[in-house]
């Protein structure tokens, strides 16, 4: 860890400015400068207007929203958090933010306020001055709205220069994508859910396949007390981004709204398997534990299952396509199940068109609804899939019994 010579707060990896004083450090003091992403070159590039990006403005601008929690994507997706559900559900790692909340609400306890520095103030005027030189200029003025958007994660007064930017660009061009997302973006964080979803609406007019933007307006409906349209937009989204785990958390919260605990805990389950890190994770099963009541456990075992089952998924389609009878894909379908497969003690065949899945430690009983209605949507499934791969018509049985008592526990006919 490294500390600013001048007022001994610590410092990023890569800052050439201290972010808590904002006086520039000596090269002993700071490694190797950090460079943009290519989003972030988008948001600010060099050409436009004479303004020029440089390596101080880069480390110290873009390096805090990196170092402050990934508040750059902190405007690009957003967890609903509704008066309703405030008191069960989690905290969220990207909540939706008031006109006063900025990246630095987002820092660890005992973190120093996060300041702009002065550096990326000047640059922000420069760029406003170029702006203003160039009253037609779309791509400066986007420039400008972009960088003032970011500016207002840590200073909520540059969010009204962020409107007027984007203000001023839908003035010359009302169908600009890049405005109406970033006016969009302003609203939601200002709380005027109505203006969001308009922008939005508009933004999808023109970009109708923007997941990002079809979960955001999902949760502007939601704020507003519309679960069943914002439901409606996370499925498009996902429809469009399968592996999409904003959505999936998001409708799940959705879902807790309507009372409706098994989808809830179906989509939960869903984001629980794609949460890109262990403390988003741990955010989607607080909300499942907390909407359906069932334990943290119950939760991280079905996730565990979809991760399994997506790999195993794929080997059993294909499975049933080229295993040489109908037998064989069948079996290959049921070993293949998420969690059921892995308990699949013997297959025995009374008759040509009858199959006895003997489980060994599978309780069909104590299974919860959602879990136990997935298992047997997936055996389903599959036994379609494999009467069509060997042109079989003839009804199929199939008997899930428990090994121990012979019991049978479920039969499925298709």
């Known amino acids: 860890m490294r500390f600013c010579p001048h007022c001994g707060a610590p410092l ?37 207007g004479g303004f020029r990006l440089t390596n101080a403005f880069i480390a110290v601008f873009f390096g805090i929203t990196v170092a402050s929690l990934g508040a750059a994507a902190f405007i690009l997706l957003r967890t609903p958090m509704t008066p309703q559900t405030a008191s069960t ?19 660890p306890p005992g973190h120093p306020k996060v300041r702009l520095p002065t550096e990326a103030r000047t640059f922000i005027d420069q760029l406003g001055q170029g702006a203003t030189s160039k009253p037609n200029d779309v791509s400066t003025w986007t420039k400008l709205g972009a960088v ?50 308009a922008a939005y609406e508009h933004y999808l007019k023109e970009s109708p396949k923007d997941p990002e933007v079809l979960t ?8 507003t007390g519309n679960a069943d349209q914002a439901i409606i937009q996370y499925k498009k989204a996902i429809a469009l981004k399968p ?21 809830a805990a179906i989509v939960l389950t869903k984001a629980i398997s794609l949460a890109p890190d262990d403390t988003v994770r741990k955010q989607a099963i607080d909300a499942f534990t907390k909407i359906t009541g069932m334990p943290p456990q119950t939760a991280a075992q079905i996730a565990s299952s ?8 794929g080997a059993g389609a294909s499975g049933s396509a080229t295993a040489k009878t109908f037998k064989g894909a ?57 009467k069509q791969a060997h042109n079989v018509t003839a009804k199929v049985q199939v008997d899930i019994v428990d090994q121990t008592s012979g019991r049978v526990m479920q039969t499925v006919t298709e």
């Open 216 to 223: 955001d307006l999902g949760t502007m409906y939601l704020y």
């Open 306 to 313: 979809l991760k399994s089952g997506s790999r195993a998924s």
């Open 243 to 263: 592996d999409l785990y904003q959505a999936y958390y998001n409708m799940g919260v959705a879902y807790g709204e309507q009372g409706d605990k098994s989808n």
């Open 89 to 107: 559900a989690p905290a969220s790692p990207a909540p939706a933010a008031s006109s006063s909340a900025t990246a630095t609400g987002n820092l």
């Open 12 to 48: 990023m990896a890569g800052a050439k400015f201290c972010i808590e004083c904002g006086r520039q450090l000596s090269e002993a003091a700071a490694p190797a400068a950090l460079g943009p992403s290519p989003e972030k070159k988008a948001a600010g590039s060099s050409s436009s």
């Open 148 to 197: 003032t958007m970011r500016a207002a994660l840590f200073d909520p007064s540059y969010y009204d220069k962020a409107a007027e930017a984007y203000a001023h660009i839908l003035k010359l061009d009302p169908n600009n994508l890049d405005a109406l997302r970033g006016i969009g973006d302003i609203y939601y964080d200002r709380n005027q859910y109505d203006e969001a979803i």
């Open 330 to 386: 069948l079996e290959e379908v049921v070993r293949n199940l998420p969690v059921a497969g892995r308990k699949v003690a013997a297959i025995q065949w009374p008759s040509k068109y009858r199959a006895e899945v003997m489980m060994s430690n599978f309780p069909m009983d104590a299974m919860p609804p959602f879990a136990r209605d997935k298992f047997l949507s997936d055996l389903k499934s599959g036994i379609v899939s494999a």
